[in-house]
T-cell receptor, first 113, second 115 residues
Framework: AQKVTQAQTEISVVEKEDVTLDCVYE???????LFWYKQPPSGELVFLIR??????QNEISGRYSWNFQKSTSSFNFTITASQVVDSAVYFC??????????FGAGTQVVVTP | SQTIHQWPATLVQPVGSPLSLECTVE??????LYWYRQAAGRGLQLLFY??????ISSEVPQNLSASRPQDRQFILSSKKLLLSDSGFYLC??????????????FGQGTRLTVV
């Protein structure tokens, strides 16, 4: 069975601080797909990144960066120089071969001015 | 470009009443379609998924059912709502085929309150 663990329930930071969200996954599949989604207060899930299990390159997109480490089954997400607009719930998810997503419990990020 | 529409945005229904939530996708053909529910407390759970017209797979036993009468239409239904059916329902689509070489895109969601 697949499982995604986001141990951090809530993280509070002051604007311009960096924040790292942890994600640990479990799967028996040798090929798998990991995702991060953002859920702002409006509720819609916004796709941030997809990572295939055979591509361990880390990625940076603006203030966002992701660290994928197969050896520790982790796919962590860092927001650099956080802004108030980053306040949201962030979900890590693992997809099976049918595209069905197993989500973590989510991490609430609160950025205060 | 592809878009996904989900309605209504909010719904308040009495216990025992029927339910019908609709989701449509534009700009793509033969998508994989999904219904997720987010109960209070944030967790997202997959309820149903469909890889084609009339093909529905249920992930968890429940009071709900799903149908796909057309290629890009996905409907979530219930004959008699329970209090426990309250939650935030999200429809999603992804490109057809396996493995999932694309991400899933989500609708705006429907907030259902059963009273």
């Amino acid at each position: 069975a697949q499982k995604v663990t986001q141990a951090q329930t809530e993280i509070s930071v002051v604007e311009k601080e960096d924040v790292t969200l942890d994600c640990v996954y479990e799967t028996r599949d040798t090929t798998y797909y990991l995702f991060w989604y953002k859920q702002p207060p409006s509720g819609e899930l916004v796709f941030l990144i997809r990572r295939n299990s055979f591509d361990e390159q880390n990625e940076i997109s603006g203030r966002y960066s992701w660290n994928f480490q197969k050896s520790t089954s982790s796919f962590n997400f860092t927001i650099t120089a956080s802004q108030v607009v980053d306040s949201a719930v962030y979900f890590c998810a693992l997809a099976d071969s049918w595209g069905k997503l197993q989500f973590g419990a989510g991490t609430q990020v609160v950025v205060t001015p | 470009s592809q878009t996904i529409h989900q309605w209504p945005a909010t719904l308040v229904q009495p216990v025992g009443s029927p339910l019908s939530l609709e989701c449509t996708v534009e700009g793509t053909s033969n998508p994989n379609l999904y219904w997720y529910r987010q109960a209070a407390g944030r967790g997202l759970q997959l309820l149903f998924y469909s890889v084609g017209i009339g093909q529905i797979s249920s992930e968890v036993p429940q009071n709900l059912s799903a149908s796909r009468p057309q290629d890009r239409q996905f409907i979530l239904s219930s004959k008699k709502l329970l209090l426990s059916d309250s939650g935030f329902y999200l429809c999603a689509w992804s490109s057809t085929g396996a493995p999932p070489n694309t991400e899933a895109f989500f609708g705006q969601g429907t907030r259902l309150t059963v009273v």
